[in-house]
T-cell receptor, first 116, second 108 residues
């Protein structure tokens, strides 16, 4: 039982390049989330998904796209990377409130992205 | 107004001390509440959920006051290994809102 995994762990991009971050969970969770964490800002929600085939915007969605084609995977795409997207990206999953005993979030280990 | 606010600290306390962290949230409809711990450059990990009746896990005690929209975490007999950032987290309609975290350093 690996929990939540993220690939890659580190990446350096040049401005304008694109990339996809992959998140996978093996806990059969309905909900999945992408956050970014910047110094002094706390975790900010980029996009989330409440089930396979559904996605929704969070607090800071601009410049990102997501897809949830399979329940266990949630992909985060950067179409044209900008230096402002330099950050640590965390994926998380949870059960909906009322389904899981606690419905807490479980996090992946993070992806450290630098855009030059 | 931010969904969740907490004092960023830092808190520097000697080993064995008792330290308390506080957090307020803005939405009275919030449904569940948590304290997470985050070590430097690592992912947040659940420390404990917070219930209205209050709950204790070893040296850690969490309290929730729904009327005041206030959450607290008490750490007794601090250990060096407690040094970390503590995140207050609130779930409102299945979206999780995070405080910016409170930094704790326990000094020998």
């Amino acid at each position: 039982n690996a929990g939540v995994t993220q690939t890659p762990k580190f990446r350096v991009l040049k401005t304008g390049q694109s990339m996809t971050l992959l998140c996978a969970q093996d806990m059969n969770h309905e909900y999945m989330y992408w956050y970014r964490q910047d110094p002094g800002m706390g975790l900010r929600l980029i996009h989330y998904s409440v089930g396979e085939g559904t996605t929704a915007k969070g607090e800071v969605p601009d410049g990102y796209n997501v897809s949830r084609l399979k329940k266990q995977n949630f992909l985060l795409g950067l179409e044209s990377a900008a230096p402002s997207q330099t950050s640590v990206y965390f994926c998380a999953s949870s059960q909906p409130f009322g389904l899981g005993a606690l419905n807490e979030q479980f996090f992946g280990p993070g992806t450290r992205l630098t855009v030059l | 107004r931010k969904e969740v606010e907490q004092d960023p600290g830092p808190f520097n306390v000697p080993e064995g001390a008792t330290v308390a962290f506080n957090c307020t949230y803005s939405n009275s409809a919030s449904q569940s509440f948590f304290w997470y711990r985050q070590d430097c450059r690592k992912e947040p990990k659940l420390l404990m959920s917070v219930y209205s009746s209050g709950n204790e896990d070893g040296r850690f005690t969490a309290q929730l006051n729904r009327a005041s929209q206030y959450i607290s975490l008490l750490i007794r007999d601090s250990k060096l290994s407690d040094s970390a950032t503590y995140l207050c987290v609130v779930n409102t309609y299945n979206q999780f809102y995070f405080g910016t975290g409170t930094s704790l350093t326990v000094i020998p």
